[in-house]
Nanobody, 124 residues
Framework: QVQLVESGGGLVQAGGSLRLSCAASGRTFSYYAMGWFRQVPGKEREPVAGISWLSSSTYYADSVKGRFTISRDNAKSTIYLQMNSLKPEDTAVYYC?????????????????WGRGTQVTVSS
């Protein structure tokens, strides 16, 4: 059974930092891209960052460029999202996702697997 388990969310003041982790289990995701999405109530889930299998390509939403960094450790089947200079508008539930291609992460469609999400709350 495939599982994506996110961790690292929480409450932080504006300007602070958090590091999210997503550990995959249940199968090998060799050659798959992975990424992070976020969603606030009443809005669609949006892609935040994505990374290719060998970390050779990355994607960032304009709203997080320069503040967030995605990375992965394939030996641990884990991806990370380092979030710095957090803003109240970053408040959302953050989801981990797996898709065959980075373009799929960017498009946000046909995601193969989703995690259950972790709440990030940034206070002003």
């Amino acid at each position: 059974q495939v599982q994506l388990v996110e961790s690292g969310g929480g409450l932080v003041q504006a300007g602070g930092s958090l590091r999210l982790s997503c550990a995959a289990s249940g199968r090998t995701f060799s050659y798959y891209a992975m990424g992070w999405f976020r969603q606030v109530p009443g809005k669609e889930r949006e892609p935040v960052a994505g990374i290719s299998w060998l970390s050779s390509s990355t994607y960032y939403a304009d709203s997080v460029k320069g503040r967030f960094t995605i990375s992965r450790d394939n030996a641990k089947s884990t991806i990370y999202l380092q979030m710095n200079s957090l803003k109240p508008e970053d408040t959302a539930v953050y989801y981990c996702a797996v898709e065959k291609y980075l373009s799929g992460i960017v498009a946000g469609t046909a995601i193969d697997y989703w995690g259950r999400g972790t709440q990030v709350t940034v206070s002003s």
